[in-house]
């Protein structure tokens, strides 16, 4: 059974670090991409990172660029997202999925086909 399952989200204060994991399980990790999305309330969905089969990654918000990486270790099925200089305004849902094929899509939601259960990340001021 594919099951994607996000950990680490957590309460930081403001200028502070997570990282965020995604194990992944029922699939083979090294041929998909991965990103990872979030979702503040009354606010859209939006991808925020990607990485594809062969470990390049995608920014989807110009935001974070610079603060956060993507990183995987298909050896341990699992995908990280390193959140550096956090912002109250990074508070969110995060979830990671799966992307249709090896390779990133343009950063909308609907290319990715399955989904974890998200974690929560409060950054406080």
């Known amino acids: 059974q594919l099951k994607l399952v996000e950990s680490g989200g957590g309460l930081v204060q403001h200028g502070g670090s997570l990282r965020l994991s995604c194990a992944a399980s029922g699939f083979t990790l090294d041929d998909y991409a991965i990103g990872w999305f979030r979702q503040a309330p009354g606010k859209e969905r939006a991808g925020v990172l990607c990485i594809n089969r062969s470990g390049a990654s995608s920014a989807y918000l110009d935001s974070v660029k610079g603060r956060f990486t993507i990183s995987r270790d298909n050896a341990k099925n699992t995908v990280y997202l390193q959140m550096n200089s956090l912002k109250p305004e990074d508070s969110a849902v995060y979830f990671c999925?799966?992307?249709?094929?090896?390779?990133?899509?343009?950063?909308?939601?609907?290319?990715?086909?399955?989904w974890g259960q998200g974690t929560q990340v409060t950054v406080s001021s």
């Open positions: 999925a799966r992307g249709a094929s090896g390779w990133c899509g343009s950063g909308g939601s609907a290319y990715f086909d399955s």
